[in-house]
């Protein structure tokens, strides 16, 4: 069965300063892989998705993330944080089996602070 | 340019008491879903829908029932609420494609069940 695992709960990072957020993945095949940023009181919204070629994957907002099939992993980066990118990010895999599409397995999410 | 739109926005129930929260798509959308959120375990999948007429069960369906009249609509209801049905609700849609396509989110109804 497909998972989803976001080992890092909270965050905090300085304004400024370089991110990383790590996603590990396990699905059998080749795999759909989001990521989504909520902001308090919002919906999620897509920051980048991947389903084939290119490995590395930019984004809204500044945002990149690379598919490493290797490490079953889907890491969110972005060079230079904003104070505005504080949220909860999460990351999402999903897959193309017929019938429904679309049903998105969700990690548990990663709370991002950003310090001044 | 709507989007997504859940209504109502908060609610407080009873145990015991019922009540149905409406999901509202303009962009087209062939498939709808109704996750929930909670605390520490991402969302989960509760129903979901491929099409007008139609309804499947997702991840955790029980005490929940969905019906998708209309194309725009996806409604999901309570029967008969419980305090473990306190949480953060949201809608999603998305089209149709060779692969799965970016789900689009309403702002969410945050329900507490006392």
């Known amino acids: 069965a497909q998972s989803v695992t976001q080992p890092d709960i909270h965050i905090t990072v300085s304004e400024g300063a370089s991110l990383e957020l790590r996603c590990n993945y396990s699905?059998?095949?080749?795999?759909?892989l989001f990521w989504y940023v909520q902001s308090p009181g919002q919906g999620l919204q897509l920051l980048l998705k991947y389903f084939s070629g290119d490995t590395l994957v930019q984004g809204i907002k500044g945002f990149e993330a690379e598919f490493k099939r290797s490490q079953s992993s889907f890491n969110l980066r972005k060079p230079s944080v904003h104070w505005s990118d504080a949220a909860e990010y999460f990351c999402a895999v999903g897959s193309n089996y017929g019938g429904a599409t679309n049903k998105l397995i969700f990690g548990t999410g990663t709370l991002l602070a950003v310090q001044p | 340019n709507a989007g997504v739109t859940q209504t109502p926005k908060f609610r407080v129930l009873k145990t015991g008491q019922s009540m149905t929260l409406l999901c509202a798509q303009d962009m087209n959308h062939e498939y709808m879903y109704w996750y929930r959120q909670d605390p520490g375990m991402g969302l989960r999948l509760i129903h979901y829908s491929v099409g007008e007429g139609t309804t499947a069960k997702g991840e955790v369906p029980d005490g929940y029932n969905v019906s998708r009249l209309k194309k725009q609509n996806f409604l999901l209801g309570l029967e008969s609420a419980a305090p473990s049905q306190t949480s953060v609700y949201f809608c999603?849609?998305?089209?149709?494609?060779?692969?799965?396509?970016?789900?689009?989110f309403g702002n969410g109804t945050r329900l507490t069940v006392t």
């Open positions: 699905y059998g095949a080749t795999p759909y």
């Open positions: 999603a849609s998305s089209s149709t494609g060779t692969g799965p396509s970016p789900l689009h």
